[in-house]
T-cell receptor, first 116, second 110 residues
């Protein structure tokens, strides 16, 4: 089955530690995205990547970093510089360009990160 | 940039009631419009979409019509079920990555 996997589903970390969230897709999509979801705020774009070895900052990139070494993988690192990292993180992919007029995205199941 | 405004929730309905969730957008050019649904603890699933003016997207009894003159894409369903309880997101794409509304939580009671 084609799809997007995110692991783990729940992640717990101590404040001051970096943590990396995994996102893998087997849809052969060029573009991948990371969103953060907080209650009542909808989805906010953190980073996106149109092709391998290229990525762009979204609306709330501060305190996060990404890499895109392989087409199927787009890991997100939440650094200790992120002031409020506890949130639900969603990864997505699309076979259309991020700035195209028909940017239909497919989502993974999400990772809930709790930092204490 | 693009933006989406959708009605705030929560919306609580009895089973078999009629549903409308309002969504308006601002965007330049010829954007596409989407409705996504999120069930508790899960990611988002595409519910329906429309890619040009006057198009009607439909799926699982839900419908929405792309109205360019009113910049709207309201979601409707004639008879909701308990299983429709979820959060619904309206989104617009075009010239920028997909932009989402804040979501509307729907609760359907038996």
């Amino acid at each position: 089955d084609g799809g997007i996997t995110q692991s783990p589903k729940y992640l717990f970390r101590k404040e001051g530690q970096n943590v990396t969230l995994s996102c893998e897709q087997n849809l052969n999509h060029d573009a991948m995205y990371w969103y953060r979801q907080d209650p009542g705020q909808g989805l906010r774009l953190i980073y996106y990547s149109q092709i391998v070895n290229d990525f762009q900052k979204g609306d709330i990139a501060e305190g996060y970093s990404v890499s895109r070494e392989k087409k199927e993988s787009f890991p997100l690192t939440v650094t200790s510089a992120q002031k409020n990292p506890t949130a639900f993180y969603l990864c997505a992919s699309s076979n259309s360009p991020p700035s195209g007029t028909n940017n239909e995205q497919y989502f993974g199941p999400g990772t809930r990160l709790t930092v204490t | 940039g693009n933006s989406v405004t959708q009605m705030e929730g929560p919306v609580t309905l009895s089973e078999e009631a009629f549903l409308t969730i309002n969504c308006t957008y601002t965007a330049t050019g010829y954007p596409s419009l989407f409705w996504y649904v999120q069930y508790p603890g899960e990611g988002l699933q595409l519910l329906l979409k429309a890619t040009k003016a006057d198009d009607k997207g439909s799926n699982k009894g839900f419908e929405a019509t792309y109205r360019k003159e009113t910049t709207s894409f309201h979601l409707e369903k004639g008879s909701v079920q308990v299983s429709d309880s979820a959060v619904y997101f309206c989104a617009v794409s075009g010239n920028t990555p997909l932009v989402f509304g804040k979501g509307t939580r729907l609760s359907v009671i038996a």
